[in-house]
């Protein structure tokens, strides 16, 4: 493991108040990560991947934790669809973080890139998407729709993980007719598994950076609480239109990263 200075007290400040941010926007339509990573990477420069990664989904799974239970005591969740789909991603995480210790990571900012200009335009055009529940299927093909796409975007989450809960909202909705509102509470539960996958696999190599992770968690979990209360109050309006413009903001911050003018 890379050895690493001891992170100043202003370092922690600026982590703390970054965990924060990913926490609200991760609790209202996901992607904190894209929020937290970039954080990690400046404030840890001298970090392994596997260390950025693995601090990442420690911080995160608090802030999930903390919104997923919020959520479920708001919104009252179907459990049915809910628990087998977090339980495969929970799988697909520890594949997908397995094969992340070994994948390039810039290799996956083009596909990134694609997938969230589709999810974006999709979305931005289709006004009236995710304003109700309005399911395509049921019974078992619901059921295995959701266990597919807990599968998949699991190991996209163990592998790279950025945007993970913005692609399972947009699944939820998109694929299978979800409102945004209830999308984001299932979101979240399958988002807390993902990331205990991947931590399954970081934490016994001793990759978490404790120190940092651990005011990232606190506030992560402060910021995850407000932003699932946030969104609950506040409907599937507003969730859809924090889902536009965070997505947005992700298509901007990675084209300038493969064009070179933010790395």
Known sequence: MTALQDPSVLTLILMGLAGLLAGW???????????????LLLGLPGASPAQLLATNKFAGVFGTATSSITYYRRVRPDLRTAIPMAAVAYVGAIIGALLGLHIPKAAFNPIILSC????????????????ATSLRWEGPRHTLAAVLTGFVIGIYDGALGPGTGSFLVFALV?????AFLEASAKAKIANVATNLGALTVFAPGGHIVVKVGIVMALMNLVGGYLGARTAVRLGSGFVRTVFVVVVGAFIIRISLQLLGIWS
């Open 116 to 131: 969230l200009v589709i999810v974006g335009a999709y979305t931005l055009f289709k006004p009236r998407l995710g304003e």
């Open 25 to 39: 926007v991760d609790a209202v339509v996901g992607g904190g990560g894209l929020v937290q990573l970039p954080a």
């Open 174 to 178: 998109g694929l299978m007719g979800y």
